[in-house]
């Protein structure tokens, strides 16, 4: 069952998510959505969508936290009643902005993972997308519907990250090879999200490939990513906090 968030994150910090005037290295938040942009799955050629639109919120919070651990600036914990908590690293704040007003969130007191996930999820994509289209990597655009209607689309930026992000991941679950903890972390967060499948045939939907994502669910990235051990365990507590609470989301 998911939890209903304790306060609104709102009120976690004067921040509000996507202050930041210009964007530093990409956030994993960014790069999932990114690869999570289909650029020709629209239907105005040359358009795209963002996959997994339904659950979108609590994957990007995933990435959110994942980032969070992967630079210690929170680590998990058990609540009372056995249930996963979140907990700030007070001498470790991050810098950026969307990742420090989730950290704000927890830094009073730790929090089950899925009241963070459905706290800070919903105000995530706007100002994910806005540094995605400040990078070059998305851009904003409007066609005509039947024609008579302006009607706002994404379209690919031609940046080539995005081929990037999908090739790294590609490796890391079709090639076996040993990942970054950031690709470590987008494949399984991809895998989490249910919209792995929507990548076939760049990453084929075989037997092998959700046996490796699987593995990365878990936190088993292989004795290259061995260094990334609290990375390692938020991630897999997050991601799997994610796909049960996708799961109970209408996904029509």
Known sequence: MIQQPEESLSSAGSE????????????LAEDLLLLLF?????????????????????????AVLADLGLGEHVRTGTGKVGTTTVEAVAENPPEDHILRSAWEYVADKPRGVQTVLAAIGPTLREPLLDRLVERGDV?????KALGLFNTSVLED????RRDGLLADVRAVLVDGADPSPRAAILAALVYGSGTLPQFD???????????????LKKGNWGAGAAAAAVARTVTATIVNNVIIAAAVLPRG
């Open 38 to 62: 289909q650029p020709n799955s629209g239907l105005r050629q040359g358009t795209g969508t963002i996959a997994g639109e339904n659950t979108l919120f609590y994957v990007l919070a995933g």
């Open 139 to 143: 851009r904003r655009g409007t066609r």
């Open 16 to 27: 509000a998510p996507g202050e930041a005037a210009t964007p530093g290295v990409p956030t």
């Open 201 to 215: 045939p760049e990453i084929p939907w075989t037997s092998p490939v959700i046996t490796r994502a699987e593995e």
């Open 157 to 160: 930026g031609g940046s080539g």
